[in-house]
């Protein structure tokens, strides 16, 4: 059994046991949350989506920050003198799927 479960805006595949990273979800180690809106749902060989897809995924905060890569944006004209460098760090949450329903 599986799922399509939209999370934090984002659309993940989910299976029972499996960790995955998702974007920022507030709570501690430890915690447990609860995901209600499925897109879809495949459960032995019989699928669901739309409005009829009907899943509550439950589950584990492992760990409650984990940074990603650094992403550099770099922006210059050419002649002028003009350099500016942003960078970001984007958050994310690694939690382990207990169970789909």
């Known amino acids: 059994m599986f799922a399509i479960v939209k999370i934090a805006g984002q659309q993940f595949k989910v299976k029972k046991g499996e960790s995955l990273y998702v974007p920022h979800i ?9 995901f209600n809106e499925a897109l879809f749902v495949a459960n ?3 699928f669901s989506f739309g ?22 944006a770099f922006k210059m004209k050419r ?4 350099r500016k ?3 970001h760090r984007t958050q994310y949450t690694k939690i382990k799927i207990e ?3």
Request: hydrophobic share 30%; glycine share 14%.
């Open 44 to 46: 032995d060989g019989k």
């Open 51 to 72: 409005d009829e897809a009907k899943a509550n995924v439950k589950a584990e905060i492992v760990s409650e920050l984990v940074k990603g890569e650094k992403v550099i």
């Open 79 to 82: 002649r002028k003198g003009f």
């Open 99 to 101: 169970s789909i329903a």
């Open 26 to 34: 507030s709570g501690k180690t430890g915690d447990k949350v609860e």
């Open 85 to 87: 460098k942003h960078g």
